[in-house]
T-cell receptor, first 118, second 112 residues
Framework: GAGVSQSPSNKVTEKGKDVELRCDPISGHTALYWYRQSLGQGLEFLIY????????KSGLPSDRFSAERTGGSVSTLTIQRTQQEDSAVYLC????????????????FGPGTRLTVL | KQEVTQIPAALSVPEGENLVLNCSFT??????LQWFRQDPGKGLTSLLL?????REQTSGRLNASLDKSSGRSTLYIAASQPGDSATYLCAVRGNQGGKLIFGQGTELSVKP
């Protein structure tokens, strides 16, 4: 069906506010990934979901960042008390995963959410 | 810690030229390597995925090779077109989990 979708496409917020970013993966994809792309750091991994659980959260930069996934589908990335250094494009990707949780397949990316923290 | 490097950072060529983009990685224990294309203001489009046991993959005018032991991959684009202008990113997946480690990308401009 449709590709990975993300909302909003753009978000401008004030420093200190909380934001929620949403990702709808491709239907049937059990693996979901969040990445962040910024000018200084390039594209960085944040967190990976297999179903509703997150076996790898190693890329979350601080405890202000959290993510959840419900029903094995939609995922939300929440940033609390946003800082200017959080400004970036947040990309979501999804892929098939094998029964053992291993993923050998292509990751398909959404268009991203551009977050600007003033 | 895996590090991925792409050379050159930018490349400008006239239409019709064949070109090669380079990607190197420091840890040869990879599960697969993926090449992506990113147009300005857009997400990433997957071009080719090479499993660690493979040497190359082809799709149309694109050919990607992988030499795992030396930590190198190349993306060959034949008969380049202005529509090929974009940033090309290489990413490797390790043997633990599914996360990708990306290079900084090569910005390609194909002039008509």
């Amino acid at each position: 069906g449709a590709g990975v979708s993300q909302s909003p496409s753009n978000k401008v917020t004030e420093k200190g506010k909380d934001v929620e970013l949403r990702c709808d993966p491709i239907s049937g994809h059990t693996a979901l990934y969040w990445y962040r792309q910024s000018l200084g750091q390039g594209l960085e991994f944040l967190i990976y979901f297999q179903g509703n659980s997150a076996p790898d959260k190693s890329g979350l930069p601080s405890d202000r960042f959290s993510a959840e996934r419900t029903g094995g589908s939609v995922s939300t990335l929440t940033i609390q008390r946003t800082q200017q250094e959080d400004s970036a494009v947040y990309l979501c990707a999804s892929s098939w995963a094998l029964a053992g949780g291993l993923n050998t397949d292509t990751q398909y990316f959404g268009p991203g959410t551009r977050l600007t923290v003033l | 810690k895996q590090e991925v490097t792409q050379i050159p950072a930018a490349l400008s060529v006239p239409e019709g030229e064949n070109l090669v983009l380079n990607c190197s990685f420091t840890d040869s224990a990879i599960y697969n390597l993926q090449w992506f294309r990113q147009d300005p203001g857009k997400g990433l489009t997957s071009l080719l995925l090479i499993q660690s046991s493979q040497r190359e993959q082809t799709s149309g005018r694109l050919n990607a090779s992988l030499d795992k032991s030396s930590g190198r991959s190349t993306l060959y684009i034949a008969a380049s077109q202005p529509g090929d202008s974009a940033t090309y990113l290489c990413a490797v997946r390790g043997n633990q989990g599914g996360k990708l480690i990306f290079g900084q990308g090569t910005e390609l401009s194909v002039k008509p």
